[in-house]
């Protein structure tokens, strides 16, 4: 049976910082009896003013080496390097880059960048920030996540991380082997039921292009996130939510995880964190 890198994603929230609680956290991690973490760009207090804290990269490099984990990141949830100062945004990624390779990371996770599919200029400019990002990460892979914003539809119907066929366009435009597709199926399973297109469709689209997965759960009912428990007992919105406990069609993801040999990250809300074994049993038993 082959290698399945699988595990949890942490939660910047519950780190903020604090070495102690994040050492908690990847404990918790390696509890789920997962061989996988991703670790969040931000919650370490590692970068500053763009650039590496070197006063804190040996202690964060020290905790990490106490887990035997094959680790990837997620770049910080609000970074789009398409937005301010591009040159500025293209120099901290690279520095990620450079954190990246002090713990031999495989893969990173950003956002899609907030584009309308219609501004080919902006599309263009788009792949010329991913070419140079690809070309200086060299061997480690750039996932661009397809992404949910909980929007009236008519208002992010255009966005690029929510439409599969444009952002395998834009992937193939880009053009670089180590730059694809981070998939993320709950936010796909919102976005599908948000636009009213098929989910399997989708899936089929971004499935060749895909380097990196993010995993969860959702009820697929759009709404503003306000309260996480309120949102929990109506259901609504991008509730990262472990396996089964939504409404995803989990016979259908079955067949498309099959079907890839990359790192199956379950990114559900940390207060699950007692169901984290369960979760990566059941994605165990699906790939």
Not at 57 to 73: G, H, Q
Not at 187 to 211: A, D, R
Request: net charge negative.
């Amino acid at each position: 049976m082959k290698n399945i890198n699988i595990g949890i994603g942490l939660n910047a929230d519950w780190i903020n910082g604090d070495d102690e609680k994040f050492r908690h956290c990847l404990n918790l991690a390696k509890a789920s009896g997962g061989n996988s973490c991703e670790i969040i760009a931000h919650s370490m207090d590692v970068f500053a003013n763009g650039k590496i804290l070197k006063s804190r990269l040996n202690d964060v490099k020290k905790v990490l080496s106490e887990f035997d984990f094959n680790y990837t990141m997620h770049m910080p949830y609000s970074f789009d390097p398409h937005k301010g100062y591009i040159n500025e945004n293209i120099a901290f990624f690279k520095e990620c880059i450079n954190f990246a390779r002090e713990i031999n990371i495989s893969c990173i996770t950003v956002h899609s960048s907030e584009i309308n599919i219609y501004d080919e200029d902006e599309l263009i400019k788009n792949v010329n920030i991913y070419k140079e990002i690809g070309e200086f990460a060299e061997n480690i892979q750039i996932g661009i996540e397809n992404i949910y914003y909980p929007k009236e539809p008519k208002e992010c119907r255009d966005y690029l991380g929510v439409n599969p066929k444009v952002l395998k366009n834009h992937i193939q435009n880009i053009n670089m082997k180590n730059v694809g597709i981070t998939l993320d199926f709950g936010h796909l399973f919102l976005c599908s039921n948000m636009f009213g297109t098929s989910f399997i469709s989708s899936v089929n689209e971004m499935l060749p292009y895909t380097v990196h997965t993010h995993i969860h759960d959702n009820f697929g009912k759009n709404g503003k996130m306000t309260n996480y428990m309120d949102n929990l007992y109506k259901g609504i919105g991008d509730l990262h939510l472990p396996p089964l406990w939504g409404n995803l069609p989990w016979n259908d993801v079955s067949t498309f995880l099959k079907q890839l040999d990359v790192t199956f990250i379950l990114e559900t809300e940390f207060r699950f964190y007692p169901y984290f074994k369960d979760a990566v049993d059941f994605i165990r038993r699906l790939v």
